[in-house]
């Protein structure tokens, strides 16, 4: 049942009615037609207010009726995710690929999970082709950027010298360099650690960083 609409006394109040009313347009919507595709965007809106175990329960029963559906399938994923279901999340986003579909968010949500996982040839595709559907995925184009560089010693830096052989590639000097900004030397280390162990839950943890820190520099303030 769906809540009654909030008084919209403020930003947080006009966002919770605008999503109630999302939500009861598109439950008539799909009462009206059970057999329509209704189910994606009130699945959606769902996920969007933490109703994700009915998000995925139409997603799958509404994949039942149209498999092919991409959007829907998206969807899934992004509840399964919610939920920490991360495995099951991956197999969705792999059927979207699979089915030969060229979807720049499928290629870039399969990315991260691959680059958090530690899986860097697989994250480095899928991150690369995400940014050629889509040109405008900053974040992707430079995730890819980061991860093409395979641990060599960035072009220019002022700590070649130092980066030319791994006796420095060391959680802690990569912490360091984190510290003093090298944010592009710290990736490359700890891209390093990650070929050599992808389970090293500290070089992905800081790995990340790395690529977060990028990303607001390369956005500016």
Known sequence: MVQPVPRAGSG???DDAAQAAAIRRHEERLARDPSSLAFAPLADAYRKVGRTQEAI????EGLD?????????LILAKALLDEGQVDEASAALEAIVAAGGRDAEAHRMLGELHRKAGRLEP???HLEQ???LDPGDRESRLAAEMLRGRGQTPEGSPLASLLGDDT????????????????DEAAQI?????N???GDPVARERLEQALRLKTQRRKGP
Do not use: I, M, N, S
């Open 12 to 14: 947080v109040a006009a």
């Open 57 to 60: 329960r139409l997603c799958r």
């Open 65 to 73: 009726r149209f498999p092919h559906y991409t959007t829907a399938r």
């Open 123 to 125: 994250a480095l595709g």
């Open 130 to 132: 995400a940014a050629r």
């Open 168 to 183: 420095f590639a060391t959680e802690t000097f990569g912490t360091v360099c984190l510290e003093q900004g090298l944010v």
């Open 190 to 194: 700890f891209l390093r650690r990650l």
């Open 196 to 198: 050599k162990d992808t």
